[in-house]
């Protein structure tokens, strides 16, 4: 079955950078692409942005760009997302999410992790 | 970038009560537009795609219309495991965007 295993919690000071994990299983890698999405407390869901697993090609969602950073490591099916300058807003559970349809990028999410919180505080 | 407006933000309906969702795009997105129910703290599940096909394993009191800008969810019957916030998100280009969200409540 389809599991994407994310990294743990992480509480960061402002302006610090912090990278997420999340490694694939149950199907393979590098035919559906892969989204984050984030969710502050209490609030909605986010889009930041995608990569390709098999190309490494990557679209980010304008409000972060230049923030983000999305890669990937096929010998160990897993996606990073690194997110650099953060501030308090950027408090959020920060998901890894994979596409319904493979080698086909226009479809929505269908599998997600179970989130990784990300807290900013000094 | 095109936005995805929902209405109303939050409904509260009694058990069996029919419950209709609205999801507007700023611009036309074809059926390029999917459905996510999230219970209080779980992840999304996705309910429905290409506005109206209702994924595997989901109950067919859900179902979802519209093409365009204009998109609805409704639930035929509304049952107490249906509490939940709905998000819509239209997917045919980038950004992936989702709605605001509707919180769904027991009256």
């Known amino acids: 079955q389809v599991q994407l295993v994310q990294s743990g919690a992480e509480v960061k000071k402002p302006g610090a950078s912090v990278q997420v994990s999340c490694k694939a299983s149950?199907?393979?890698?590098?035919?559906?692409?892969l989204h984050w999405v984030r969710q502050a407390p209490g609030q909605g869901l986010e889009w930041m942005g995608i990569i390709n697993p098999s190309g490494d090609t990557t679209n980010y969602a304008q409000k972060f760009q230049g923030r983000v950073t999305m890669t990937r490591d096929s010998s160990t099916n897993t996606v990073y997302m690194e997110l650099s300058s953060l501030r308090s807003e950027d408090t959020a559970v920060y998901y890894c999410?994979?596409?319904?349809?493979?080698?086909?990028?226009?479809?929505?999410?269908?599998?997600w992790g179970p989130g990784t919180l990300v807290t900013v505080s000094s | 970038d095109i936005q995805m407006t929902q209405s109303p933000s939050s409904l509260s309906a009694s058990v069996g009560d029919r419950v209709t969702i609205t999801c507007r795009a700023s611009q036309g997105i074809s059926n390029y537009l999917a459905w996510y129910q999230q219970k209080p703290g779980k992840v999304p599940d996705l309910l429905i795609y290409?506005?109206?096909t209702l994924q595997s394993g989901v109950p067919s009191r859900f179902s979802g219309g519209g093409s365009g800008t204009d998109f609805t969810l409704t639930i035929s019957s509304l049952q107490p495991e249906d509490v939940a916030t709905y998000y819509c998100q239209k997917y045919n280009s980038a950004p992936w965007t989702f709605g605001q969200g509707t919180k769904v409540e027991i009256k």
């Open positions: 290409a506005a109206s």
């Open positions: 149950g199907y393979t890698f590098t035919t559906y692409y």
């Open positions: 999410a994979r596409g319904n349809i493979s080698y086909d990028l226009w479809n929505p999410v269908a599998y």
